[in-house]
């Protein structure tokens, strides 16, 4: 039905974009797989002539990564499951519950993905420093605990549920509690992926709140953690392109594992209120 | 599977406590006698719900709204102590500086050059990724890449592609530019207009837009959010009705009147709403910043954002002058937001 010409120009475009889109990427494992020479020959050159993968090895034991990537591991994974919770339990209630106030309390949740980081970011480290979390899990977890796009995505899943699983439950006698448990967060499942692996995505990417909450490096997480790198090794570009690789290879893996879920909750976020 | 036996079981009209109960959505069940009882224990038990993401919110997200205006009137420390009423002192002088008017021209410089970029080439390609051609999953997904990578690394990577020619060294920035016949730039060194490079010295001071620097910036941006918009068009795009194309196509319409009639109205809100998140974000932008340039060369590159965590964690005592320029930008933003969505109001067609 289509002419081959448009399906070859189609193509055509869409290759130039991706060639742009990755060639950073290629870019990146390249050089980290070069000699230190190789990395800034004249002319450059494409690729290593023999791939050194001791460069990563060298890269990892400069700067204590193993503890950033702890530190940066538990952060994230405690921040996921606790949005997870928090999420479902408001999307619930705000879904499956009447009780005086909720719609304007739902408008002030809404409100609060108005509010840019940096108006709340000053205030909050006086916050920090008042409670004494300065260099803590907790400062780094903590306020990281909920979120609204997440409570606003579960509450749109559950109210699209047919009303029949509502009712059946309602005549085998089960309770708010039951139900949560044994049909809404099953049914629900695929969006808890979504909200839990956004915030994944989010807390293993975080950089400027660990900034200011963190100036020990024992605390320091990973993004923090090869912003000093990239200071320190400035010329070693080999080395800082290794960094970055393992920087970004665990939540690459993730997003591939699970790019239906990444794509899903992205489009969701666009969806009408 | 159950749908089509639905109608040979006539549903009863609710009544009474029965109707109660459904309104309030109660489990009647529990408490068939006392509806007011059942409500009580459901408002409870959803505030319960309720209390773990509300007590962050409130205290992460709102109680900060209120305490940043409170330091934006005062002169405080570090770490909000040691407090003076200044009153509107903090605000007048963000007026009168000179740094705040480049950090705002900086942060509009980079809202303008981003933002739109970021639409069109989004927009084309979720077009042409919906022509439901061979391999559109995998396009989708590298297209998508760059937005779960790390700001961090990817402006490293940036950095690294833009590296200017001293000594040794050579970033594959310059390189291309050799290879046709230019000559090499200094790219995020570089705190000259872009305008003042192209046409030369003859381009007035005022007009010689942002500095390279920053347009070095603006293009990891645009590279880093692009798949986010594509997503998110690829979603408007799958919602439009195939009957509207076909009915376009039976009164004889072409692509580009197909285009402008059928596809531009139907995909209006997810515009506006790709309008909305990239102003917020445009603006709120600091990591590729930070990493890239750390607000050089020249100050050409200090945007807002950079420009409050100078004030607050770099500088001392400057953290209420810090909270006075954030406010100030929150307002900016809803503003902004709210014109937005007036424009809008009128314009975009919801389905």
């Known amino acids: ?273 | 599977m159950a749908r089509h036996l639905s109608y040979h079981v006539p549903r009863k009209k609710t009544t009474g406590i029965k109707k109660e109960a459904e309104r309030y959505g109660c489990w009647y069940n529990l408490d068939l006698k006392g509806g007011s009882m059942n409500r009580t224990r459901e408002s409870l038990l959803g505030y319960g719900f309720l209390i773990p993401s509300l007590a962050v919110l409130g205290t992460f997200s709102l109680y900060p709204i209120g305490l940043a205006i409170w330091m934006s009137l005062h002169k405080c420390g570090f770490d909000g102590a040691r407090e003076t009423f200044l009153g509107l002192a903090n605000y007048a002088e963000a007026f009168g500086d000179a740094e705040f008017w480049s950090a705002l021209k900086v942060t509009v410089f980079y809202a303008l050059g981003t933002i739109p970029a970021t639409l069109v080439l989004s927009f084309v390609i979720a077009n042409l990724l919906f022509m439901k051609i061979r391999g559109r999953g995998f396009y989708r997904s590298v297209y998508f890449l760059p937005f779960v990578t790390s700001a961090v690394a990817a402006a490293a990577v940036w950095k690294w592609v833009y590296h200017p020619q001293v000594e040794d060294a050579f970033g594959i920035a310059n390189v291309v530019l050799n290879t046709i016949g230019l000559e090499g730039q200094k790219w995020l060194l570089e705190p000259r207009g872009v305008l003042t490079i192209v046409f030369g010295g003859m381009i007035p001071s005022w007009a010689a837009g942002p500095s390279l620097a920053l347009c070095c910036v603006m293009v990891n941006s645009v590279w880093h959010a692009l798949g986010f918009s594509v997503v998110i068009f690829l979603a408007g795009l799958s919602n439009v009705p195939t009957e509207m194309y076909d009915a376009a196509k039976i009164d004889g319409a072409g692509f580009w009147r197909t285009m402008w009639s059928v596809t531009f109205p139907m995909v209006s809100p997810t515009f506006y709403f790709l309008v909305m998140v990239s102003t917020i974000g445009a603006f709120q932008t600091f990591t590729p910043i930070y990493v890239m340039t750390a607000g050089g060369p020249a100050g050409t590159t200090t945007n807002m954002t950079m420009l409050i965590f100078d004030k607050f964690y770099t500088s001392h005592g400057t953290t209420g002058y810090a909270a006075a320029l954030a406010i100030v930008l929150f307002g900016i933003i809803l503003v902004l937001t709210s014109l937005q969505a007036r424009f809008a109001g009128k314009r975009v067609h919801y389905a």
């Open chain 1, 1 to 273: 039905m289509r002419r081959p010409g448009v399906v070859i120009l189609v193509h055509g475009v869409l290759i130039v974009g991706l060639i742009l889109v990755a060639f950073p990427f290629f870019w990146m494992v390249s050089t980290s797989l070069k000699t230190k020479d190789e990395s800034v020959s004249v002319p450059p050159r494409m690729l290593p002539e023999e791939c050194r993968w001791e460069n990563y090895a060298e890269a990892w034991n400069k700067a204590p990564f193993a503890r950033y990537f702890v530190n940066t591991a538990a952060v994230s994974l405690a921040v996921t499951t606790a949005v997870v919770v928090t999420s479902l339990l408001a999307g619930y209630a705000f879904a499956m519950m009447e009780f005086p106030g909720k719609k304007i309390l739902f408008v002030l949740y809404l409100s609060t993905m108005m509010i840019p980081f940096e108006v709340v970011l000053v205030p909050n480290f006086a916050t920090i420093n008042a409670l004494g979390w300065q260099n803590t899990y907790a400062a780094l977890i903590v306020p990281w605990m909920a979120n609204v796009f997440s409570v606003f995505l579960i509450r749109q899943t559950l109210m699209s549920l047919p009303r029949d699983f509502r009712d059946a439950a309602l005549v085998d006698g089960c309770g708010h509690l039951r139900y949560l448990w044994y049909i809404a967060a099953p049914l629900t499942r695929p969006i808890l992926i979504t909200a839990g692996l956004l915030a994944f995505l989010g807390s293993w990417n975080a950089f400027l709140w660990p900034l200011v909450v963190t100036n020990t490096e024992k605390m320091r997480v990973i993004q923090f953690g090869l912003q000093m790198f990239l200071r320190e090794e400035s010329t070693d570009y080999h080395l800082l392109m290794a960094a970055s690789t393992f920087t970004i290879l665990p939540i690459v893996v993730v997003y591939v594992v699970a790019q239906r879920y990444f794509i899903e909750g992205v489009s969701g976020s666009g969806l009408k209120g």
